[in-house]
């Protein structure tokens, strides 16, 4: 997931310093959405690892 992030981050940067304006915002707005969903899937991963390890013990 934040693979793909990093890459609409790199395609909106390269295609703001080209001049398009309209293909940088949404690429940043992808870029943007991404992360915020890998993150938030780390933070659910997390907790649900440390419910499993606290069950297990």
């Known amino acids: ?3 793909w992030a990093l890459i ?7 295609a703001a310093l080209l001049g398009f304006g309209g293909i940088a915002g949404a690429a940043a707005g992808v ?8 993150l938030a899937l780390v933070v659910l991963f997390l907790v649900l690892g440390a419910a499993a390890a606290k069950k297990v013990t």
């Open 31 to 38: 870029a943007k959405i991404l992360f915020f969903i890998g």
């Open 1 to 3: 997931m934040f693979k």
């Open 8 to 14: 609409f981050a790199v395609v909106a940067l390269v």
